[in-house]
């Protein structure tokens, strides 16, 4: 049974969240900024690199972990990075609460949590529904980079993106002509895989408004 106490304060709880993000945008993302975005970006090892060596882009790392957060955070601050911002945050509220006129460049998604029980696969964030919600977010041209050492998430992620409405692939493991990984940094969980496997997916083409 529904108890109309916790709706009404678990309510409350995520639009204050909704509020806070948004105020964290406007303070990081100028009007209409496309930036590089990374999910579940752990201690900032893989984007405080990236951002070293891109710094003409806005780089944005989220992760639900706060801890991984303020390392990263404190990672970043080291190396003295003003392009680069970490921010505690589900990426699908992160997603939701960006700024009309803003949109991203880069996706990564390095060894996300694969979630290997089947009854757990709803949990995964490389979902139809989110890569839909992504794509709305996406600017032209847009890449997504997958990255996992398990091998049934690698297939099945492949599977959502050959049926998908939205996004092409590019890159797949065994296919002539893929396109490169764009940047290369190992990551913690990368140099603990004794294999892994990467795709590269492209934001198809929208037809022209008439």
Request: hydrophobic residues 40%; contains cysteine.
């Amino acid at each position: 049974m529904e108890n109309p106490t916790r709706t009404a304060q678990f309510l409350a709880m995520m639009e204050e969240r909704r509020r806070d993000l948004r105020e964290r945008h406007a303070r990081v993302l100028p009007p209409k900024t496309t930036f590089t975005w990374e999910i579940g970006c752990g201690h900032g090892h893989f984007l405080t690199a990236y951002a070293q060596a891109h710094p003409q882009e806005i780089c944005i790392g989220v992760d639900i972990v706060s801890d991984r957060i303020e390392r990263a955070v404190k990672k970043r601050d080291r190396a003295k990075l003003a392009n680069l911002h970490f921010i505690h945050a589900e990426a699908r509220l992160f997603l939701e609460t960006l700024p009309p006129d803003t949109t991203f460049s880069r996706l990564f998604v390095l060894f996300p949590d694969p979630w290997p029980k089947a009854r757990h696969h709803k949990h995964r964030i490389m979902q139809p529904d989110f890569l839909a919600d992504a794509a709305k977010r996406a600017g032209e041209g847009a890449r997504l980079y997958f990255r996992t050492d398990f091998t049934p998430y690698y297939t099945d992620t492949k599977g959502v993106f050959e049926s998908h409405p939205d996004w092409t692939l590019l890159s797949v493991e065994g296919a002539p002509g893929n396109e490169t990984w764009p940047y290369e940094r190992e990551t913690v969980f990368q140099s603990r895989a004794a294999a892994y496997h990467s795709l590269v997916a492209g934001l198809k083409s929208r037809p022209a408004i008439v």
